[in-house]
């Protein structure tokens, strides 16, 4: 079965920096579509990150363009986002999602649990 599991949350300060990981297994890494979601507390969930392992297209939501970086490792299995210059918006529980045929900020087809980041002001 499809397992996704985020790791790397925490706490961190304001400019500061924090790297995610999603650890995949269960299903064809190489092509599928792996993508980030956040839910903020009171808020709709929404895209932040995406790519595409068949081509290594990536792609961002326009709050995190220039702060966030996706890349994939696919002798691991691992998806990993770089995020810097955290602000406190960035406060949120982020999910690791993987979809058979593409990236969508809309939804995808398999999600796992959260990693929570809370960025300090």
């Known amino acids: 079965d499809v397992q996704l599991q985020a790791s790397g949350g925490g706490l961190v300060q304001a400019g500061g920096s924090l790297r995610l990981s999603c650890a995949t297994s269960g299903f064809t890494f190489d092509d599928h579509a792996i993508g980030w979601f956040r839910q903020a507390p009171g808020k709709e969930r929404e895209g932040v990150s995406c790519?595409?392992?068949?081509?290594?297209?990536?792609f961002y939501a326009d709050s995190v363009k220039g702060r966030f970086t996706i890349s994939s490792d696919n002798a691991k299995n691992t998806v990993y986002l770089q995020m810097n210059s955290l602000k406190p918006e960035d406060t949120a529980v982020y999910y690791c999602?993987?979809?058979?045929?593409?990236?969508?900020?809309?939804?995808?087809?398999?999600w796992g649990k959260g990693t929570l980041v809370t960025v300090s002001s």
């Open positions: 790519i595409t392992n068949i081509d290594g297209n990536t």
């Open positions: 999602t993987a979809d058979e045929d593409h990236c969508s900020f809309h939804g995808m087809d398999y």
